[in-house]
């Protein structure tokens, strides 16, 4: 049996305590991508300042809840963050072990990646203990592509450095979220100066990386657009900045 199962992801439910409860609603006020649609999408929780703290995927949840595909070693933190925005509405934030991330590179089971096609297929199922791990594949595929993720390789960088437009992680026709006037400012003024980039490992400048991943050979490292060599860029990434 292929391995498929994600055990760095982690799924953290947001669900309506009470009748009434409008989970969509409250989140939309928060991230960056319209949750109210289609689901999966891809989106971020960023700071006032619109710099990236956590990213994620929004599932639909049964009952009116919804799911974010996170991070492993970030849900409890995720989860701790959401709930101080919560204030008085009854809603239940919390960790959800009992499904699990999957992802395989190719095939028509579950959905494809909403950032980009070529990173495969995503789906959500019950936790099952026998489920073989594959997330070494999953990197390996992941950077192949030229997609940095997760809070090692983002930083606090700004959300629109690190390809939010490109990846389909923002949305501008939305309402405010969290960081949004910073965004839409750059998107407006396209100042977007600097840009996360996977590239060799011997060819990263020590000063500007993120994160490496010596055992594949790459590393992420956040470069001045000016400074990008376009031909070694992948071709989602040098088409947006041609334009």
Request: charged share 25%; glycine share 8%.
């Amino acid at each position: 049996m292929t391995a498929t199962r994600l055990n760095d992801r982690a799924i953290v439910r947001l669900a309506p305590a009470e009748a009434g409860e409008d989970v969509a609603e409250f989140l939309q006020g928060l991230v960056t991508n319209d949750v109210s649609g289609d689901l999966p999408v891809y989106a971020a929780l960023l700071s006032a300042q619109g710099k990236t703290m956590f990213d994620f995927f929004v599932w639909p949840g049964e009952g009116g809840a919804l799911l974010l595909d996170c991070e492993t070693e970030a849900a409890a933190e995720l989860g701790k963050r959401l709930s101080l925005y919560r204030l008085r509405r009854k809603i239940d934030i919390a960790r959800d072990e009992s499904l699990a991330v999957h992802w395989s590179a190719k095939g028509d089971e579950g959905a494809s990646d909403p950032r980009l096609p070529e990173l495969g297929q995503r789906w959500l199922a019950p936790a099952d203990g026998n489920d073989e791990p594959a997330d070494a594949a999953y990197l390996a595929h992941r950077l192949s592509c030229g997609v940095p993720e997760g809070r090692a390789e983002m930083g606090d960088i700004l959300w629109l450095e690190a390809n939010a437009v490109e990846l389909n992680g923002v949305s501008f026709e939305k309402g405010c979220y969290i960081g949004q006037e910073n965004t839409a400012r750059m998107n407006w003024r396209q100042k977007v100066n600097r840009r996360l980039v996977v590239v060799p490992l011997d060819q990263s400048q020590e000063k500007r990386r993120k994160a490496a991943h010596a055992d594949l050979g790459f590393a992420i490292d956040h470069l001045r657009v000016a400074d990008l060599n376009a031909a070694a860029l992948p071709d989602w990434q040098r088409g947006a900045l041609s334009e």
